[in-house]
């Protein structure tokens, strides 16, 4: 039977790439972002290539309770999705009170609430069928604390924490929760956050082949990159005390 994958922040980046990736593996897919013309653009090549349905939604994830009317535009569309790919997300980096908090309650919103009412949206449905992937796209930093982008690390660690602990109360309900926990990327991420772009990169590719990789292997969470998974270690072989320092010192050298 086939397949429906629901993406959040399809129209660029690890989302586009997980658009094309699941619609390669045969799946109908609906792209979710803000952009309709990107997303218009994405369907368009996604449908002459895969010959799969796209459908589009636009969605500004940042206003409170969106997730509610993407599901009731799916059920009015007659859809059922068997995969959800939270991958929408924003980062803001500098010294906390110079970010607008207008902005930072929008990056909790679009970082942690989103996920948590989308899943409360289409988790229902998957446990009554007994199967269902719930992707959320985490972050290194979702390991340590990050003094200069404070909330965008915090609102990592909650994904990472919020799937793990969901990977095991569903386990035996059929439902696979996965989080992948990229490094830096190919994207406009690090533009968009006002920091600078890291020198050595991983593509989206490399992050999405990584992260169907852990699903097939049976895990709850994979770091992306051999280099990444050792820094991610790092939290374990020193104090946090001397991770935050470090961190610290990465971070104000990319405001620079």
Same mark, same amino acid.
């Given at each position: 039977?086939? @397949?429906?994958a629901?993406?959040t *922040?399809?129209?660029?980046?690890?989302g586009?790439?997980?658009?094309?990736?699941?619609?390669?593996?045969?799946?109908?897919? /609906?792209?979710v972002?803000?952009?309709?013309?990107?997303?218009? $653009?994405?369907a368009?090549?996604?449908t002459?290539?895969?010959?799969?349905? !796209?459908? #589009?939604?636009?969605?500004?994830?940042?206003v409170? +309770? !969106?997730?509610?009317?993407?599901?009731?535009?799916?059920?009015?569309?007659?859809?059922?999705?068997? +995969? %959800?790919?939270?991958?929408?997300?924003?980062?803001?980096? *500098?010294?906390?009170? &110079?970010?607008?908090?207008?902005?930072d309650?929008?990056?909790v919103?679009?970082?942690?609430? =989103?996920?948590?009412? %989308?899943?409360?949206?289409? %988790?229902?449905?998957?446990?009554?069928?007994?199967?269902?992937?719930?992707? &959320?796209?985490? =972050?290194l #930093?979702a390991?340590?604390?990050?003094?200069?982008?404070?909330? +965008?690390?915090?609102?990592? !660690?909650? /994904?990472?924490?919020?799937?793990?602990?969901l990977?095991e109360? +569903?386990?035996s309900?059929?439902?696979?929760?996965?989080?992948?926990?990229? *490094?830096?990327?190919?994207? &406009?991420?690090?533009?968009?956050? *006002?920091?600078?772009?890291?020198? /050595?990169?991983?593509?989206?590719?490399?992050? /999405? @082949?990584?992260?169907?990789?852990?699903?097939?292997?049976?895990?709850?969470?994979?770091?992306?990159? $051999?280099? &990444?998974?050792? %820094?991610? @270690?790092? =939290?374990?072989?020193? =104090?946090r005390k001397? #991770?935050?320092?470090?961190?610290?010192?990465?971070?104000?050298k990319?405001?620079?």
């Amino acid at each position: 039977m086939k @397949q429906t994958a629901l993406i959040t *922040g399809a129209s660029s980046g690890i989302g586009k790439e997980f658009s094309y990736q699941l619609a390669e593996k045969g799946m109908d897919v /609906v792209l979710v972002a803000r952009t309709k013309t990107a997303l218009d $653009k994405l369907a368009e090549d996604i449908t002459k290539k895969y010959k799969v349905k !796209a459908t #589009v939604i636009t969605a500004d994830l940042s206003v409170e +309770y !969106a997730a509610k009317d993407i599901s009731e535009t799916i059920k009015e569309k007659g859809l059922v999705i068997d +995969y %959800l790919v939270n991958n929408a997300g924003f980062a803001t980096s *500098g010294e906390f009170l &110079n970010n607008e908090k207008e902005i930072d309650h929008k990056q909790v919103t679009v970082n942690v609430q =989103s996920i948590v009412d %989308l899943t409360h949206e289409f %988790l229902p449905s998957m446990v009554k069928r007994g199967a269902g992937t719930i992707i &959320n796209v985490a =972050s290194l #930093v979702a390991f340590q604390p990050v003094p200069y982008m404070a909330v +965008y690390s915090a609102t990592k !660690a909650f /994904v990472l924490s919020f799937t793990e602990s969901l990977a095991e109360e +569903y386990r035996s309900k059929g439902i696979t929760f996965f989080a992948i926990c990229p *490094g830096a990327t190919n994207t &406009n991420f690090f533009e968009a956050a *006002g920091d600078k772009t890291p020198s /050595v990169t991983r593509t989206p590719k490399q992050v /999405v @082949q990584t992260a169907l990789r852990g699903i097939e292997n049976g895990k709850s969470f994979a770091v992306d990159g $051999k280099k &990444n998974y050792f %820094l991610a @270690q790092s =939290s374990r072989l020193l =104090s946090r005390k001397r #991770v935050v320092k470090l961190s610290a010192k990465v971070s104000l050298k990319n405001l620079k």
